[in-house]
């Protein structure tokens, strides 16, 4: 007999990722984040919990980065889906968000964002008050602006 023959060959997929399985993969993620969000909502938080579990390992599989707003739904520690009130305390400290996990303990430190002044964009450096203010009017309409023809007694002509 060779010598290959007491060679165990290894199971499972090996080499790079295709786009497709990517793909996949985060939108799996999405759906058992979803899912777990219903379930938490029903009162079945071991379930909400195992979905976040199945999530995570999907995403460190394949490579997949969780969205921002689904990144603060779980406790890195112990993989249980945050409910607030339930689940985790939040408190506000000296310009922080910290969240405490109330089923292990471990307590997450976020810096409080500023409310930017615009919706869609981030708070302006460098610019004055009064800038602000003419960046705001530009995006407001102006009264000069005709807004309706309906009302007019004259006839149009087409």
Known sequence: MPATANVVKRGGRRG???????????????????????????????????????????????NVRFLPEYRELYCRSCSTFWVEGRTVRTRLRAGRRVRTCLRCGRRRRLPVREPSLLPGRGPEVGRSAEAMEDVVLADAPSEEEPTDRADDDEPQEN
Do not use: N, P, Q, S
Not at 48 to 59: F, Q, S
């Open 16 to 62: 790079r990722r295709t786009a497709a399985m990517v793909r996949i993969a985060r939108e799996r993620v999405l759906a058992l984040f979803a899912l777990a969000e219903r379930e938490a909502a029903g009162g079945h938080d071991e379930l909400a919990d195992r979905y976040v579990v199945l999530a995570r390992k999907i995403g460190t599989r394949y």
